[in-house]
T-cell receptor, first 109, second 116 residues
Framework: RKEVEQDPGPFNVPEGATVAFNCTYS??????FFWYRQDCRKEPKLLMS???SGNEDGRFTAQLNRASQYISLLIRDSKLSDSATYLC??????????FGPGTRLSVLP | NAGVTQTPKFQVLKTGQSMTLQCAQD?????MYWYRQDPGMGLRLIYY???????DKGEVPNGYNVSRLNKREFSLRLESAAPSQTSVYFC???????????????FGQGTRLTVV
């Protein structure tokens, strides 16, 4: 079993739709959690950190459930520019960032 | 702000050739990382360096060596390239932030390596 697993995707949604991505992690000692965005043939870039209390940044909402070892990302009112691959990332005690395989999103006009 | 700089951006090697990928960060970060990314596999950690003078193996270290030259620079060497090492290589850096929590990883633009 992979340490970080994500919905396999791809997700094809129309503009304006709400889309949710799920992620699970296996290491209960994981310390920090992030969602990254990666555009085709580019480097990953931080979308948002994920906190236990949940956090929101504009149209994006991230949730963390430590008991279930589950992380989610909700995108509301999808834009064409949201098309990308979304990577779930956990930071383990040994200071290693472990990446999920990613979920590709295509927002269609 | 340069952030994390990798060189070269593209490289084609013949099987058996050697090369070094260079990475430098100007954010005064303690930790640096080398990842490779293959289709359908996500990013996999090759080596990391928690601080200057230390290096540790990641998930896929075979066929690679690293050097943490100083706090800024972390190089990745392929001693005898193989076609299985064809991949996109990313360097990243990170640091302890406020409250002792690590900041996110910042990435370089990647090196696209093809071994023929």
């Amino acid at each position: 079993r992979k340490e970080v697993e994500q919905d396999p995707g791809p997700f094809n949604v129309p503009e304006g739709a709400t889309v949710a991505f799920n992620c699970t992690y296996s290491n209960s000692a994981s310390q920090s959690f992030f969602w990254y965005r990666q555009d085709c043939r580019k480097e990953p870039k931080l979308l948002m950190s994920v906190y236990s209390s949940g956090n929101e940044d504009g149209r994006f909402t991230a949730q963390l459930n430590r008991a279930s070892q589950y992380i989610s990302l909700l995108i509301r009112d999808s834009k064409l520019s949201d098309s990308a691959t979304y990577l779930c990332v956990v930071l383990n005690y040994g200071q290693n960032f472990v990446f999920g395989p990613g979920t590709r999103l295509s927002v269609l006009p | 702000n340069a952030g994390v700089t990798q060189t070269p951006k593209f490289q084609v090697l013949k099987t058996g050739q050697s090369m070094t990928l260079q990475c430098a960060q100007d954010m005064n970060h303690n930790s640096m990382y080398w990842y490779r990314q293959d289709p359908g596999m996500g990013l996999r950690l090759i080596y990391y360096s928690a601080s200057e003078g230390t290096t540790d193996k990641g998930e896929v270290p075979n066929g690679y060596n690293v050097s943490r030259l100083n706090k800024r620079e972390f190089s990745l060497r392929l001693e005898s390239a193989a076609p299985s090492q064809t991949s996109v290589y990313f360097c990243a850096s990170s640091n302890v932030g406020t409250g002792g929590l690590w900041t996110e990883a910042f990435f370089g633009q990647g090196t696209r390596l093809t071994v023929v």
